[in-house]
């Protein structure tokens, strides 16, 4: 079992900046893949970004491309999402989640087996 904790979200203006982190529970937290995806309101779930255990392979959603960077820090067991020149559209409550394999289906949320809570990013006009 693995619980994650996001934090870092908030009220930001458009083109400002956050940067969120999601601290893992286990100390295996190294051998598994760790996803960012964001839900808006309304909208199903999508996928922002994914990073290999070892930090080598990093993928972005072609909408965050350029803005977002994912990274981690195993020896914290955590990951980060910095996310810059924020746009109103970036608005969503914001989820790292966990998966101890990894394919081409990176971004499916099937592929993932722990969640944590979520954090809300707001961008506003």
């Known amino acids: 079992q693995v619980q994650l904790v996001e934090s870092g979200g908030g009220l930001v203006q458009a083109g400002g900046s956050l940067r969120l982190s999601c601290a893992a529970s286990r100390r295996t937290f190294s051998r598994y893949f760790m996803g960012w995806f964001r839900q808006a309101p309304g909208k199903e779930r999508e996928f922002v970004s994914v990073?290999?255990?070892?930090?080598?392979?990093?993928y972005y959603a072609d909408s965050v491309k350029g803005r977002f960077t994912i990274s981690r820090d195993n020896a914290k067991n955590t990951v980060y999402l910095q996310m810059n020149s924020l746009k109103p559209e970036d608005t969503a409550v914001y989820f790292c989640?966990?998966?101890?394999?990894?394919?081409?289906?990176?971004?499916?949320?099937?592929?993932?087996?722990?969640w944590g809570q979520g954090t809300q990013v707001t961008v506003s006009s």
């Open positions: 989640a966990a998966a101890p394999r990894m394919g081409s289906d990176y971004e499916a949320t099937m592929v993932y087996d722990y």
């Open positions: 990073i290999s255990w070892s930090g080598g392979s990093t």
